[in-house]
């Protein structure tokens, strides 16, 4: 069984450049893993965060349900404490505060299991001319890739 993708982060790949990837479990309600189910998330200007020693993902939207209870909203953009085994961790606050390394999330997916995961990445930003490097490759690579199609037809 393959895995579900809920949400990407698509600009993350654009803006940085990723260096390491993790796999973290996140603490939800039972209204938010409904909305995840529904494919109800963004993570489009969402990162992490350490708050008292423990990774928080930040601005990620994760919408209310209607049909869930209509006399509490949660907030839909509250930090959401992600679960990382104590090494993961400390190898990160050691990435984040002595090198300046980042830590963005790439995907919100249930794994085979049918949990939910976030996938996060240490990343470094990257600058314009890296930014137009890479689209500048993307597209010869897309060029080549229909020529060489047009050409077996």
Do not use: G, S, T
């Given at each position: 069984m393959?895995?579900?993708?809920v949400a990407q982060n698509k600009k993350a790949r654009h803006d940085y450049e990723i260096i390491e990837k993790f796999e973290a479990g996140i603490v939800l309600t039972g209204a938010e893993v409904k909305a995840l189910r529904a494919k109800r998330a963004n993570l489009a200007d969402a990162f992490c965060r350490f708050i008292k020693g423990e990774l928080h993902i930040m601005n990620a939207h994760i919408s209310h349900l209607e049909t869930t209870n209509k006399y509490f909203v949660p907030d839909t953009r509250a930090p959401r404490?992600?679960?990382?085994?104590?090494?993961?961790?400390?190898?990160?606050y050691v990435k984040v505060h002595k090198e300046g390394l980042t830590i963005v999330p790439l995907m919100i997916y249930f794994n085979e299991r049918n949990i939910a995961k976030v996938s996060i990445a240490l990343a470094k930003g990257?600058?314009?001319?890296?930014?137009?490097a890479d689209m500048k490759e993307k597209t010869l690579k897309r060029e080549a890739q229909q020529a060489m199609k047009n050409k077996s037809v």
């Open positions: 393959a895995i579900n993708i404490k992600l679960l990382l085994h104590k090494k993961e961790l400390a190898k990160l990257k600058k314009l001319h890296d930014k137009r």
